[in-house]
């Protein structure tokens, strides 16, 4: 397991053109414990720092939608998994954006 990056600064954080590049840097960095606290605004829109531990799971796919997610990663240069999983990342911050859960 890497370590992540910590950032001490909100200036660290750079703007983002896609979602995609924010996932990849969240991926690799954490916000320091005093940039949590509630007295710092920027926190309350990002997101919350990966977990450090995954836990495994399993999910049946149809064969055509695995071989779709595998052209796709491989195009990538990463993992089917790799790939499945940035994807449900991506669209659980967009639902807990819609919801106004974050």
């Keep these: 397991m ?16 896609s979602e995609a590049e924010e996932v990849a840097f969240w991926n690799t960095h954490a916000l320091a414990e005093h940039l949590l606290q509630p007295e710092h ?10 977990p ?9 796919l149809g064969t055509d939608l695995e ?8 195009r990538k ?3 089917y998994q790799t790939l499945l999983k940035e994807f449900v990342l991506e669209r659980v911050y967009e639902e807990e954006k819609r919801l106004k859960i974050i």
């Design 2 to 17: 890497t370590d992540l990056t910590i950032i001490t600064d909100m200036s660290q954080i750079p703007a983002f053109e």
């Design 41 to 50: 605004k920027e926190a309350d829109f990002l997101p919350p720092p990966r």
């Design 52 to 60: 450090r531990k995954s836990t495994p799971t399993s999910i049946r």
């Design 67 to 74: 071989q779709r997610l595998r052209v796709l990663a491989e």
């Design 77 to 79: 240069n990463t993992t």
